[in-house]
């Protein structure tokens, strides 16, 4: 691999910083500590910063000559998982652990800042985004409803997800689609409660519930072309609580999947019509809610990226060919607002999977995404 | 109406004691004080008593004659409810109350137990059973164990219940099924957890809870004749905790009441049957659990009450083809071991319905039902 040799001269320290990372969790917009962590870090290496959102930060290196302005992004934060990894390293506070790489991630972010406040004989300037919640807190909304788009005119963006099940020298970069949508559907049913042995004096909803279920599993295969990419997984139901009495009410739970933002749309509308349907046949109310989390993340311009990789693993290691992911991530939120795409750096073959408890970033590849960032900044920057 | 002046006389003092009994209500097998109390009242009226199953009383009065035995039985357990009545002799236990009359049972006994006292001039044995633990708790069934049926050949056994809705001076007697059987059934399906994005990584169960629930209500129309009475509810269903998770596990569960035997073994078959089914179908394990929790009550020789009843309220007023009532009573359990009958005493046409807040006992019908376990004792066992 072609990687640059400044940053690998720091791979011991980056190492250390990525292991003390690792060790102090934070969840969600909390990452308070984590943020004060960087702040230092930016301080040594001379590279000013703002607050953003709720406990992000924005590093900002200017170049020497004036020019447009690009961005690269790191998510913080940890996950509500206890860890099982027993490294020496392990997260210190049970129940919360960097269960998805994003210590790798934020130490690759700060290899990359380093690297640029040595190098900034170039036009324009790079905004480096540490960003606070994306674990499903919301935080990309939050940074961009505290105006990084309004404040910047940020001509392109750049992401990284470590990936488990590609090798350390491989990329992953999709042409459009590269993960995808997420939303979250609750639906509440409610009838009139009663004893059981008297449904006929109560609106029982259970059968509203079964007909939900299976009329929501027919949405795909009867209304979603065979070429799109779509799942809808129910995944809660609640209702009841004796063995002799009908509840009023149940609770019905799901997530959307896409690929898509019109097979977004009819899904959106089909589960709605289907609880419009039930509560007409049972005679139960059927309110229902859905909530757009997260949109399809698009790569609308992966070329640089690709190029970029290219220098480092070869052509026939950057992968582009690749599936979509049907998990999300909330760095779609700033691909709807500028260009740019998200790639995935191999965690290696045998990593553990993201999100379980024995999962742990490869610190071999904070040097490769460390270097991906600076070619692509060299890429997309012009150098004086 | 034609009540027994001897009962009629003590009304003052009967009320007394059903309104403090309201005002302590003990639940389940835990009737400890009310057990205290009736074997004070049995004391005053020299009549002797043993324990038998769990706080339940068994008293016993001689005749100046050997002969047959009979029995009497009043249930003495209060619900888990919190009483909205605002009576001056409320329930003084907050979460407790006498919502289903079992206070009014007692007291009726009492006034029964007194009246024997001094009408001793018969052939043979009367016991009086207080039952602690009808409400679901298996008070009959410890009676049974204790040995109530093997140390007492007991001819026939003669039980009441108040009910609201019918007028104070209308008896209900049915010839045949009274109440009906409650059965409570589990289903653990279990699946295969897995993220909401990957379901054919999953063996996802929620499809298997629907057709569970459809397929359950398909079999009482498909194959219990019409002329047979059956209820099956569904009324709990549990299952995951995320959004964005396909649960491992999904429990459901239910009632069944039936007003025959065979009905009652089809509705268990088919449901065991419907469970392996859906196992088949989506991989899933279904673990299914039926449990018979009490019999339905047939009366098998309701003849001598429908007589008693007549001599108190007249003919016209003793009503033998009502409904079956769809709830159950653990008194079937004795009317699988001995003949005899359970009626139904009106509580007033305007009394709120029972296990309801805002019951009461009708106090009037004290009188009306101390006096019908007289006239059956009168009617049953020779006077000399």
């Not at 690009?70 to 998510?75: G, L």
């Not at 739970?253 to 749309?265: H, K, L, M, W, Y």
């Not at 690749?322 to 999300?328: C, D, N, R, T, V």
Request: aromatic share 8%; proline share 3%; glycine share 8%.
């Amino acid at each position: 691999m072609n990687l640059k040799p400044e940053i690998e001269a720091c791979f011991a320290e980056l190492k250390d910083i990525r292991q003390y990372l690792h060790s102090c969790p934070e969840v969600g917009l909390e990452t308070v500590e984590t943020v004060a962590f960087v702040k230092n870090k930016l301080d040594d290496f001379g590279i000013s910063y703002e607050n953003i959102g709720v406990n992000s930060l924005l590093a900002k290196v200017d170049g020497s000559e004036a020019g447009k302005t690009i961005a690269f992004r790191a998510d913080m934060d940890a996950l509500e998982t206890t860890e099982e990894t027993g490294l020496p390293y392990e997260s210190k506070v049970v129940g919360r652990m960097h269960a998805c790489g994003h210590d790798g991630h934020t130490t690759t972010m700060l290899a990359f800042a380093r690297y640029l406040a040595d190098h900034r004989n170039f036009k324009g300037t790079v905004l480096l985004l540490f960003q606070s919640g994306e674990e499903g807190f919301g935080g990309a909304l939050k940074v961009i409803e505290d105006g990084l788009f309004e404040k910047y005119d940020i001509d392109s963006m750049f992401g990284l997800h470590n990936w488990p099940g590609y090798a350390e020298n491989q990329i992953v970069i999709h042409h459009g689609a590269c993960m995808a949508s997420e939303d979250r559907f609750d639906l509440v049913i409610r009838g009139k409660s009663g004893h059981a042995s008297v449904p006929h004096l109560c609106v029982e909803p259970f059968a509203a519930v079964a007909d939900f279920i299976k009329g929501a599993q027919t949405i795909i295969p009867r209304k979603i072309s065979a070429h799109d990419k779509a799942v809808i997984s129910i995944t809660q139901v609640h209702g009841g609580s004796a063995y002799n009495i009908i509840p009023d009410e149940v609770i019905v739970r799901g997530n959307v999947r896409t690929t898509a933002d019109d097979v977004q749309d009819t899904i959106e509308e089909s589960l709605g019509q289907l609880a419009k349907g039930i509560a007409t046949t049972y005679g139960v109310e059927a309110e229902f809610t859905y909530n757009r989390k997260h949109p399809v993340l698009i790569n609308s311009t992966p070329e640089p990226a690709i190029k970029a990789a290219a220098r480092i693993v070869g052509e026939e290691n950057v992968l582009t060919n690749e599936l979509p992911a049907m998990g999300s991530e909330d760095y779609a939120f700033y691909m709807q607002k500028t260009k740019g795409c998200f790639a995935w750096i191999g965690n290696g073959k045998d990593s553990a999977v993201i999100h379980n408890s024995k999962y742990d970033f490869n610190d071999d590849i904070i040097l490769v995404g460390a270097t991906f960032f600076a070619e692509i900044f060299e890429e997309v920057m012009q150098q004086v």
